[in-house]
Nanobody
């Protein structure tokens, strides 16, 4: 069983930055592709970014392209999401998730393990 824990959320002003981290335990994180997802109040969970098992391939939802960067350090069993130029529309609970296999997607239903999330609030 893979256990995921997110950290790094908080309150930031519009235009600011945050760096989220996702730590894994129980199983080696390099066996999994990783995705970051978010859910705003009253909205469905959406995929934000994902990275392949080897870190060679990443994908982003259009709304964060050029502002967010996903990366991973398999030696440290962590995946990070650097978020820059944040706006109020980025507010939500951010989750990391893992799926078995090499390929990553931003489709929530394809993921096997989920963290509990970390709150990101961007004030205008």
């Amino acid at each position: 069983q893979l256990h995921l824990v997110e950290s790094g959320g908080g309150l930031v002003q519009s235009g600011g930055s945050l760096r989220l981290s996702c730590g894994g335990s129980g199983l080696p994180l390099d066996e999994f592709a990783i995705g970051w997802f978010r859910q705003a109040p009253g909205k469905e969970r959406e995929g934000v970014a994902c990275i392949s098992r080897d870190g060679e391939t990443a994908d982003y939802v259009n709304s964060v392209q050029g502002r967010f960067t996903i990366s991973r350090d398999n030696d440290k069993n962590t995946v990070s999401l650097q978020m820059d130029s944040l706006g109020p529309e980025d507010t939500g609970i951010y989750y990391c998730a893992a799926r078995r296999g090499r390929i990553a997607t931003i489709i929530p239903a394809s993921y096997d393990f989920w963290g509990r999330g970390t709150q990101v609030t961007v004030s205008s």
